[in-house]
């Protein structure tokens, strides 16, 4: 399999993954957010184990992944009618929509509707389809969110100053959340922690007591690995899980590599 790795930290698309029932009766998948970092390691591991794949985004040739078991389509998460035609009504549901990262991380973010207008767009289509599971990619944010009526951080680190500016966006995260908890779906919340490119470390922790540490680190290939395995587990539906590692985050270092990726980008 051929994939060459988009440069940008967060792109807003959607797709869709068919992968036929698996030998042992498991479900079919459809991956919301294609070139999204987290949606192409999905991708790439389910194109891996032989899965065929169907994508849908805004604009597909970015996903640059060649396999003769993909195909790409054009949509969006704003677009209802894109979502129900990707979707047959048979398939497991899973998303990692996310917000566009800013070009200079100490810059605020206004209001956020993304998360409660794809919220709502993808439970209908669901419901309208047949599908019936949902996995969807939140954040540990939305433990540590700061009320959107703040004026100012809560503390000196860089850490409170990003709560305080995103407080819109985790806002916003959160109404999502409850709005697919109150859907009548199958759901499971991911509350994934700050992740990394590292190759796969199998060191993740799992919480559902809202209590995930904050500043914790974890791998895309082993957050990718735990998502896909939703598709058939049951010991988290119908619950929001934080997933973090005893690896801390050293902010320095990834703000720097935020900046290159963003110079990267510009280029």
């Known amino acids: ?22 030998a042992d009766g498991g479900d079919r ?11 192409r390691v999905i991708i790439a591991q389910a194109l891996d184990a032989g ?24 949509g969006d998460v704003r677009d209802r009618a894109s979502l129900e035609a990707a979707l047959s009504g048979d ?15 100490t810059q605020q973010i206004g209001e956020v509707d993304l998360y409660t207008v794809m919220a709502e767009n993808l439970i209908s289509a ?17 433990e540590h969110r700061v009320d959107p009526a703040a004026t100012e951080p809560a503390g000196p680190t860089m850490s409170d100053a990003w709560r305080f500016n995103a407080r819109h966006l985790y806002h916003d995260m959160a109404e999502m959340e409850r709005m697919v908890e109150a859907s009548g779906l199958e759901f499971v919340i991911l ?14 922790k799992f919480t559902t007591e809202g209590t995930t540490p904050k500043q ?9 690995s735990f998502t896909l395995q939703q598709t058939t587990g049951e010991n988290y539906l119908g619950k929001a899980v934080g997933i973090y590692s005893d690896t801390i985050m050293d902010p320095a270092a990834e703000m720097k590599k935020f900046q290159e990726r963003m110079r990267e980008s510009a280029r």
């Open 1 to 22: 399999m051929k994939t060459i790795w988009q440069t940008g930290l967060y792109i807003l698309a959607v797709t869709v993954l068919a992968v036929p029932a698996m």
């Open 29 to 39: 998948i459809a991956v919301i957010g294609a070139t999204a970092r987290s949606g």
């Open 51 to 74: 899965h065929a794949v169907v994508g849908l985004a805004r604009s597909p040739h970015k996903l640059d992944i060649d396999d003769p078991k993909l195909t790409l389509f054009k």
């Open 91 to 105: 398939e497991v549901v899973i998303c990692m929509v996310g917000y566009p990262a800013p070009k200079d991380p």
């Open 126 to 142: 669901m419901k309208s389809k047949g599908n019936r599971r949902l996995i969807i990619a939140s954040s540990t944010g939305v």
């Open 191 to 204: 509350r994934p922690g700050f992740m990394v490119d590292d190759p796969a470390r199998g060191d993740l």
């Open 216 to 224: 914790r680190t974890i791998t895309y290939a082993d957050f990718a």
